[in-house]
Nanobody, 127 residues
Framework: QVQLVESGGELVQAGGSLRLSCTASGRTSSSYAMGWFRQPPGKERTFVAA????????FYADSVEGRFTISRDNTKNTVYLQMNSLKPEDTAVYYC????????????????????WGQGTLVTVSS
């Protein structure tokens, strides 16, 4: 089994930038696709971005396209989410996710079937 630990969440002003990190441990030899989801206060968890094992493919939610960038370094078992031009509506707990199937991460409703979740890291964007 794989364990995920996120870091990097903090309070930032609107227009600012943050980089979240998610480091995997355990059975990291498996070729997992990785993703980020977020859950604003009182709302449901939604998809943000995903990346394949080889980094060949990435996919973003419309709300973050052009502002957020997902990347990974398999030598460090780490996936990143670079967030620029942050808005107050980006405020949420951000969760890292891992699944053997990239399609599970990107398809509507796929989050119900994600194999591994991190514990989340809080991002707060002040106006």
């Amino acid at each position: 089994q794989v364990q995920l630990v996120e870091s990097g969440g903090e309070l930032v002003q609107a227009g600012g930038s943050l980089r979240l990190s998610c480091t995997a441990s355990g059975r990291t030899s498996s070729s997992y696709a990785m993703g980020w989801f977020r859950q604003p206060p009182g709302k449901e968890r939604t998809f943000v971005a995903a990346i394949t094992w080889s980094s060949t493919n990435t996919f973003y939610a419309d709300s973050v396209e052009g502002r957020f960038t997902i990347s990974r370094d398999n030598t460090k078992n780490t996936v990143y989410l670079q967030m620029n031009s942050l808005k107050p509506e980006d405020t949420a707990v951000y969760y890292c996710a891992a699944d053997p199937k990239y399609h599970t991460l990107v398809r509507p409703g796929g989050l119900r079937h994600v194999e591994v979740w991190g514990q989340g890291t809080l991002v707060t964007v002040s106006s």
